[in-house]
């Protein structure tokens, strides 16, 4: 629910946070969602607001190294911290692993969850970088995909576990 | 030319990338200048008249554009098909999400309080929720009879059949409403100009709908509306009407602020207002000998389509037509009704009516099976469509499908026969129960009956100046790969790489009208006009004597480039004319419903957990005929993605109605499956063969809809012995079943 925040929280503040690697200052209420901030004052679309309520996980971004649903949090905590976004996964022309294997096994339908899943994966694939079957279905269940009925996001998360690990 | 085949390799998703990186953009994603964000006020009751609406205190109402039905210059109605739901209700409400009033602000934060501060008075009318109560007519809410379609089919002579039975078996058969629930809620934004009329942008299947709804709501000419598809985050077919409602809403605030406008539902909205599957019921009775032959049967099946009419009638002539399955039925009548309730109309969803008819027909064979005292397996290979033989609207299959292959197929595959034997004596012992489930049927690709002659699509393909080639369809892309097959298909015909060719942006301004991207139709009856207006490019260029009849890419973006810097740029356009040998009698509900059917074996491995009684399922084996499979990543994604929405309707996703509204419209209490809930869905195609489509490709995006609440149950009943016959099949009925009711194959219809 996007709400009512500034008639509670009158004054607007500077916040400095670090996003895809630059730092940034941005003047916000200090209850207003991180992914709102994202999206409308630093121009960073990709991620998206499926429910609102930290169901779906299609606004995941990563806080200093945490898979994080940007719809629940206030800016505010998100002060002086390192923010990844999709955006900064790969930021030159070369495709991340995970962008790759999504594209070559289908990974991706329709897109919506696609940057919250791949930041959801990237994150399982730093803590375990060459998961079981079981472990990526548990990694991803956090975030919800309504085309593929996950098999194909399975495969593509092995595929990129395979690339790093043989790499 | 190139020698490699195109079609059937695994290309790269045109719009993958954009998907990948974040960079695809979506509505929501699009900000004009000076844009408004608009709301609606909807209605608080089922059904009522309006008698005052007040503006509440502690809001600057001076700030807000708002709309009422006054402000509509054309006709308050969603042109669709019957033209009876108003684009904002106008005295009389008939459902309790029905829209009043839209209203629009700078700050899109005002604006929830800003609709809360609305308050509506009614007078209450007596409204109806049920089908019961509908067909009672406890109430006239709709017409004169509260029903907005009935069909009848009738094939032989089906009350000769009941005195040379064998056997008269009997069920009834129950499926609920089911949310669409893409991951990208319902948006639009429309600009407003006084010589260029109106342009909305938003999330949607079917830019031609949206346009007609405009031109008819703002009594504007076709020049003067313009729909532009973005990049749509799922629809399911959820997008194939409402798009319509919201780009009417925008549009109205947009005309009357002089600014654009952005309305995105929030989740609640979008899972409580717009359209949902069809509740069903059908009643089956079935004359079969001793050896397990179908003689004949009668069939009743009847659909809730809520307060409007909207897309109900054509959901129930696929319902109908899919009735009696993939089966030989010498004799059968089918009567069928769709009816109103004072509920938000229910619309569009994957399958179509199908799901709720094979569910009931797939659960009833195994119950046929039980009394005539043969297999699952064997009362299905009994009574299956051979070619030759005609279906219930009495036509000839043409095809050469062979389902008994199918059915071995399938059961080799799961390992059928060796676990349903494991299990029987494993059960004996365990606390948990394990069964086998399987469902056999058919999938009409295209629109039923007349729909495709009547829609005359168009489609064309563009020779552009770099020498590359463009396809311009109005079918749109939302996740099942339509750009991507769409583009083999040209790169196929033309012998160019899949690279050279290029798909427009679905925008009416730019691409022909080639019909709504529903019905599984797209790759077997738009692809097959792309296919032969790509040939057009490829004589244009050989008739110019630019071309040989046989030539490299290089030569082919040459020849390209002369054409359009000589003559200016060039198009070749195909319309859809029917096969000569296809008929349909719309009367009489007789003929060649649909030019192709796919067709599916799938089987179900359930265990039901006597602790927490819930049924998961262990493996999922998924068989079908589908023609040429022209992309088999895409392809496989269609079958596993389905099935896991059909898994969803059966045992997870339940709508839960109080007075004709959703009460659980968050995903927090609405649930579908979550990567840690499905069990490895195993896909396999066979190829048989199919003269229609392009390169012999059959519709699939609607056909693994239709399987898995059947097997699922089925297996449900052959692990616990009780017969489930509603879905969906929550723990806590289970739970009722086995314990409460504790009168084992008597449980009857738990809703």
Redesign the interface.
């Known amino acids: ?6 008639s509670r929280n009158p004054a607007p503040c500077d916040l400095s946070l670090t996003v895809n690697g630059e730092m940034k200052t941005v003047r916000a209420y200090p209850m207003e969602r991180l992914l709102d901030v994202l ?1 409308h004052q630093l121009e ?10 930290g ?2 996980g ?1 606004c995941s971004v990563l806080l200093n190294g945490a898979l994080v649903n940007s719809c629940l949090l206030p800016v505010l905590q998100a002060q002086g911290a390192d923010i990844v ?3 900064g ?2 930021p030159g022309p070369q ?1 991340d692993r995970l ?1 790759e294997a ?5 990974g ?8 919250g899943m ?1 930041l959801a994966a990237h994150h399982l694939l730093r803590r375990k970088p060459d998961p079981t079957m079981d472990e ?3 990694g ?15 495969e593509a998360v092995a595929e990129a576990a395979r690339r790093r690990v043989n790499s | 030319m190139t020698n490699e085949r195109i079609v059937g390799a695994s290309v790269p998703r045109k719009e993958g990338r954009d998907k990948v990186t974040g960079q695809a953009r979506y509505v929501d994603d699009m900000t004009l200048p000076d844009m408004l964000y608009g709301a609606t006020v909807r209605t608080q009751f089922p059904r009522g008249r309006i008698r005052t609406i007040t503006f509440g205190p502690g809001i600057a109402w001076n700030e807000f554009v708002i709309v009422t039905a006054k402000d509509i210059t054309g006709k308050n109605v969603i042109a669709l098909i019957a033209d009876d739901q108003p684009c904002l209700a106008d005295g009389l409400v008939n459902h309790p999400e029905e829209p009043i009033l839209l209203l629009a602000h700078p700050n899109r934060h005002l604006l929830p309080q800003a609709v809360q501060a609305v308050s509506i008075d009614y007078e209450q009318l007596p409204a109806v929720f049920t089908m019961e109560e509908s067909e009672n007519h406890s109430q006239i809410i709709w017409g004169a009879d509260n029903t907005f379609k009935t069909y009848r089919v009738e094939k032989g002579e089906v009350d000769e059949v009941w005195e040379k039975a064998d056997h008269i078996v009997e069920g009834e058969y129950w499926t609920g409403a089911q949310e669409q629930l893409y991951i990208e809620n319902n948006g639009m934004i429309a600009s407003f100009d006084p010589q260029q009329g109106i342009t909305v942008w938003g999330s949607l299947q079917c830019p031609y709908y949206v346009h007609k709804a405009l031109m008819a709501l703002c009594n504007l000419p076709a020049d003067k509306v313009r729909v532009v598809q973005m990049e749509t985050g799922g629809a399911f077919g959820g997008k194939e009407e409402y798009p319509s409602m919201i780009a009417a809403h925008a549009a109205l605030l947009a005309i009357k602020s002089g600014r654009p406008v952005k309305i995105i539902y929030d989740r609640m909205e979008d899972m409580v207002a717009t359209t949902k599957r069809h509740p069903s019921r059908t009643r089956h009775r079935t004359a079969v000998s001793k050896d397990g032959k179908i003689l004949g049967g009668e069939i009743e099946f009847t659909v809730d389509g809520g307060a409007y009419a909207t897309l109900s009638s054509v959901v129930l002539s696929r319902a109908t037509i899919h009735a009696g399955g993939a089966y030989y039925w010498p004799n059968v009548r089918i009567k069928a009704k769709a009816i109103a309730t004072n509920t938000p109309p229910h619309g569009a969803f994957r399958g179509f009516g199908a799901p709720q008819s094979l569910f009931a027909l797939e659960r009833h064979m195994d119950r046929i099976a039980q009394v005539v005292g043969l297999s699952p397996v064997e009362i299905r290979k009994r009574n299956f469509l051979k070619p030759g033989q005609m279906t219930t609207t009495e036509q000839t299959v043409r095809e050469p499908i062979d389902m008994e292959q199918l059915l071995d197929r399938a059961l080799k595959l799961s390992d059928y026969e060796a676990k349903k034997q494991r299990f029987t004596q494993e059960n004996e012992i365990s606390k948990s129960k394990k069964g086998m489930g399987l469902a056999a049927f058919l999938h009409g690709a295209g629109f039923t009956g007349s729909g495709e002659r009547n829609l005359g699509s168009v489609v064309g393909v563009e020779g552009c100046a770099d020498g590359g080639v463009r396809v311009l369809v109005s079918s749109t892309e939302f996740g099942q790969g339509t750009k991507t097959v769409l583009c083999q298909i040209a790169a196929e015909a033309l012998g160019l790489p899949y690279e050279n060719v290029e798909i427009a942006q679905a925008d009416t301004n730019e691409v022909p009208n080639s019909g709504p991207t529903v019905a599984s139709r797209t790759v077997m009856v738009v692809g097959k006009l792309v296919q032969s207006a790509a040939l057009g490019i490829k004589q244009t260029l050989i008739a110019s004597g630019l071309l040989g009849n046989s030539y490299s890419p290089e030569e082919f973006r040459a020849a390209c480039r002369s054409q359009v810097a000589t003559l200016g740029s060039f198009r070749s356009w195909a319309r859809y004319e029917a096969p000569a040998d296809v008929f349909w009698d719309d009367d009489k509900y007789r003929g060649e419903a649909y030019a192709a059917f796919a067709w599916a074996v799938y089987v179900a491995e359930v265990t039901v957990d006597l602790t927490t009684y819930t049924a998961s399922i262990d493996d999922f084996v998924a068989v079908q005929e589908v023609g040429k499979v022209l992309h088999p990543v895409l392809a496989r994604g269609q079958i596993a993605g389905g099935i896991a929405q059909g898994i969803g309707y059966t045992l997870y996703e339940k709508v839960i109605w109080q007075n004709g509204r959703m009460q659980n419209g968050q995903m927090t209490n609405y649930i579908m499956p979550t990567s840690a809930d499905l069990p490895p869905i195993r896909v396999f195609f066979e190829e048989m063969g199919n003269i229609h489509g392009a390169f012999g490709a059959k519709g699939i995006g609607e056909l693994p809809m239709d399987g898995p609440a059947p097997a699922i149950l089925n297996a449900v009943e052959d692990a616990v012995k009780v017969r489930f016959n509603s879905i969906p099949l929550l723990p806590e009925d289970i739970f009722e079943a086995l314990v409460v009711d504790r009168e084992p194959h008597a449980a009857g219809r738990v809703r």
């Open positions: 629910m996007t709400g009512s925040f500034s999206r960073l679309s990709g991620a998206k607001e499926g429910c609102g309520e169901e779906c299609s976004t999709i955006e996964l790969a495709l962008q999504f594209l070559t096994c289908g991706a339908q329709c897109g919506i969850c696609t940057p791949i990526i279905r548990e991803l269940s956090g975030n919800l995909c309504r085309c593929t009925g996950y098999v194909q996001i399975f």
